[in-house]
């Protein structure tokens, strides 16, 4: 797999991720909503940075 479909897959990772976290769990809270999605990113980039920056 080259860089550019491991960067896509990994977008449409954690799009679908926080998608879901916000319409499961926070409809109607928007500061924690935000706080949740910003630690995702955070949490998706240290993986990728991680296992995936070789590539």
Excluded at 16 to 42: M, P, Y
Excluded at 44 to 52: D, L, N
Aim: overall charge positive; cysteine-free; aromatic content about 18%.
């Amino acid at each position: 797999m080259g860089k550019t479909q491991i960067g896509a897959i990994f977008a449409a990772a954690v799009i679908v991720t926080i998608v879901a976290a916000d319409v499961i769990f926070f409809r109607h809270h928007a500061a924690e909503r935000l706080a949740v999605n910003v630690g995702i990113v955070l949490v998706y980039a240290a993986f990728y940075w991680r296992f995936f920056k070789r590539f």
